[in-house]
């Protein structure tokens, strides 16, 4: 049986002190601090029991992406993705 997830309604604020009113909401994280927000939510997502048993399906011709086709563990790949991402 397969089974297809869908993650939706992820929210993650981000509160940095400032004393510049006049910031824009883009300029609140660096590049660095959002690379870190991406590694740490990915971790977080992987060690979530819901998709300890779910799948991720690459299917045939993905090498163009850099995926080789298969079934993959979930919480495996998120981990590999965080890992990779990480500076």
Do not use: H, W
Not at 3 to 30: K, M
Request: proline share 3%; aromatic share 8%.
């Amino acid at each position: 049986m397969k089974s297809t997830t869908n993650i939706e309604n992820l929210n993650v604020t981000i509160n940095i002190a400032t004393n510049n009113s006049t910031t824009n909401e883009s300029e609140l994280a660096n590049d660095s601090e959002k690379m870190e927000l991406l590694v740490s939510t990915l971790r977080i997502i992987a060690e979530d029991p819901y998709f300890a048993d779910k799948k991720l399906v690459i299917p045939d011709k993905c090498e163009k992406y850099g995926f080789s086709e298969g079934n993959f563990e979930l919480p495996t790949m998120l981990q590999f993705f965080a890992d990779m991402l990480e500076e």
